[in-house]
């Protein structure tokens, strides 16, 4: 997969990434740190043909208010079969969950699953067991360690990840995703028929920004890199690991871009 070159503007993406324009009239220069340095990277995998997520959803829209919490919904597709296709899945995020499992050891894949900070999968609907295990994986060492910031300037986003302050967390590969924070879709097929339900800080595009090698290192993502309708904020994060065989979070920032 091709990356970005740490401190040096990379104009197009491989074909391979998703690609197009992003719409935006103005933005100001602006420097958007991480909200107190998050504790959490909570991803919920759901789907639209899944009757017990909508609980899940609602969770996942709480969470989002909550400025420690970056909370992502990475609706899967393979639920389609069941009458209804989900008109915001991606097979990446189907992808995505079962690596997790991979990496776990397990084949705990279902729907709603929540993974947070990239290690410990809970019910999605089960807001208590959400709650304890950010407390326990914020105890992992080098969680959500690595400050990370973003800033907007013109028709680009600077990303920097700050040098590790623990001496055992030293690589890691930067993402950032492109998100639609409110999506209501009315469902006429499948298990949820009838219902209109919204989806909270959709994931409409991931790009991989860079690897991260323990110092103080910045990139810059142009916007129109971003793209898909709807798209209005974007998240940054850095993980150990792989795409294939992802680890623990060890650092994020939100930003919105209106």
């Known amino acids: 997969m091709t990356t970005m070159t740490a401190s040096h503007p990379v104009s197009r993406w491989s074909s391979a990434l998703w690609s197009g324009a992003l719409g935006i009239c103005a933005i100001v220069a602006v420097i958007r740190p991480a909200e107190a340095d998050p504790r959490a990277v909570v991803e919920l995998f759901t789907s639209q043909g899944c009757s017990s997520c909508p609980p899940a959803d609602k969770i996942i829209g709480d969470l989002s208010k909550d400025p420690s919490v970056i909370a992502l919904s990475m609706p899967i597709d393979y639920w389609d079969y069941l009458?209804?296709?989900d008109t915001l899945a991606d097979s990446r995020f189907s992808a995505r969950q079962r690596a997790y499992s991979r990496m776990r050891g397990d084949r705990e894949v279902y729907t709603p699953q929540v993974?947070?900070?990239?290690?410990?999968?809970?019910?999605?609907s089960d807001r208590a067991g959400i709650e304890s295990a950010i407390g326990k994986t914020d105890q992992g060492g080098g969680v959500m360690s690595v400050p990370v910031t973003m800033s907007l300037a013109g028709k680009q986003i600077n990303v920097s990840v700050a040098a590790s302050k623990e001496p055992a967390v030293s690589h890691g590969e930067v993402w950032i995703c492109s998100i639609a924070k409110s999506v209501p879709i009315a469902i006429t097929r499948g298990e949820n028929r009838g219902q209109q339900v919204t989806y909270h800080n959709v994931v409409r595009n991931l790009l991989k920004v860079g690897d991260w090698?323990?110092?103080?290192e910045s990139w810059t993502v142009p916007i129109e890199n971003l793209t898909r309708d709807g798209v209005d904020g974007a998240v940054v994060y850095v993980q150990d690991g792989s795409r294939e065989r992802p680890g623990p979070m060890l650092g994020a920032a939100y930003t919105s871009l209106h």
């Not at 993974?115 to 999605?124: A, K, R």
């Not at 090698?213 to 103080?216: E, K, Y």
């Open 115 to 124: 993974v947070v900070n990239g290690s410990t999968h809970v019910i999605g």
């Open 213 to 216: 090698t323990g110092r103080s």
């Open 83 to 85: 009458g209804w296709k």
